[in-house]
């Protein structure tokens, strides 16, 4: 799992692209008549992924100047 961390933190593309394929099926559930909304669900799994590739591995996602 932490090769996947590794990754994401070389590569913040292909980061906002897996949040991309995980937030907007995520945002379309329905639960009770309730959406997220695709904007939100893609916020959150980002969100998710950053903070536990920081708190768990201690990766940051910076830019590279």
């Known amino acids: ?5 590794n990754y994401l933190s070389e590569n913040p593309f ?6 991309l394929a995980i937030g907007y099926p995520l945002g379309r559930i329905t639960v009770k008549g309730v959406s997220l909304g695709t904007t939100a669900g893609t916020l959150i799994v ?3 992924l950053a903070l536990t590739s920081f708190s768990v591995y201690g990766l940051k996602i910076e830019e590279r100047g």
């Not at 799992?1 to 961390?5: G, T």
């Not at 292909?14 to 949040?19: A, C, I, M, N, R």
């Open 1 to 5: 799992m932490s090769f996947l961390f």
């Open 14 to 19: 292909v980061f906002l692209f897996l949040s």
């Open 46 to 48: 980002g969100v998710a």
